[in-house]
């Protein structure tokens, strides 16, 4: 077991939360599998660590196991939804210990324009006529609590009203219990009409006062704004670097694991900065 030394690496008390939310390995199914040659824990290390520096694959610190076996393990769990189960089961956790049902009625909707890298493909990328941003639009839902219940990631160029019923229908089948969804005026018009007929989901929108100037909290729309400043922190996530869409929808979703698994444990940042420092001997002159 190698020693833990970076900032993202995970504490005992997040491993705990983390490893029963884990596939069983295909060696212990009845169909049977080879066994894994790295512990569990290396792998889920590495993949917070891709996230928390946003270094390239190739570029993954040799304390970890290769690259190429920690990527395999990232497609594999993303394309099985692992990570979506780990938040959301994570996301339960936290609800039950603020006193609040683990599942929410109201939530909120919004979205952010990010810049892609030039390796990104053309064809899976867009360019926000509004903000003025070539790349990718990240859609998210969070709850009241700013907990995230679903991220899509879209070309820029697609409107986010219209990526909106893509993103309602997808939450109306996970989730049968929300009926209603804040949101923006980007979201108004004939979304509302539509996801009240054929959803069943309210959308409310809050506006921007008149005579507002510069920057102004906005009821329940700070929520969703702030969860969006959360997952930037992982450096991975200020610009997107994946040639598939499910990719980074992957890529924001452990930065969620980590802020979650980080608030539950209420550890420090680094596993040894609580260690009170050596205090060196005074010698006598």
Request: hydrophobic share 40%; charged share 25%.
């Amino acid at each position: 077991m190698r020693q833990r030394r970076y900032p993202s690496d995970t504490t005992d008390l997040e491993w705990a939360l983390i490893e029963p939310l884990l596939p069983v390995p295909a060696c212990q199914t009845p169909r049977g599998g080879r066994p894994e040659a790295h512990p569990r824990r290396e792998i889920v290390d590495a993949l917070r660590y891709i996230v928390d520096t946003g270094c390239k694959w190739s570029a993954l610190s040799q304390d970890y196991p290769p690259f190429k076996t920690v990527f395999g393990f990232f497609t594999r769990w993303s394309a099985a939804g692992i990570f979506n189960l780990i938040r959301d089961q994570l996301r339960r956790h936290i609800r039950r210990t603020m006193g609040t049902s683990p599942h929410p009625v109201a939530v909120v909707i919004d979205s952010q324009s990010v810049r892609v890298a030039a390796t990104v493909p053309r064809s899976a990328s867009g360019y926000d006529a509004g903000k003025k941003i070539p790349g990718r639009k990240r859609h998210i839902i969070v709850d009241a609590k700013g907990l995230p219940l679903f991220v899509m990631v879209t070309p820029a160029n697609l409107h986010d009203s219209v990526a909106a019923r893509e993103v309602l229908f997808r939450l109306r089948l996970m989730h049968p219990e929300i009926t209603i969804v804040w949101a923006d005026l980007a979201y108004a018009g004939t979304l509302v009409d539509w996801a009240k007929s054929f959803l069943r989901l309210t959308i409310k929108t809050v506006s921007r006062p008149k005579d507002a100037k510069g920057f102004v909290v906005l009821p329940r729309r700070w929520v969703v704004e702030r969860s969006l400043a959360w997952l930037l922190h992982a450096r991975r996530n200020a610009r997107d670097y994946e040639t598939l869409l499910q990719h980074n929808e992957a890529m924001l979703t452990l930065a969620a694991i980590t802020l979650m698994t980080r608030r539950l444990t209420r550890q420090p940042v680094h596993p040894n900065a609580a260690a009170p420092r050596p205090t060196p001997a005074v010698q006598a002159a």
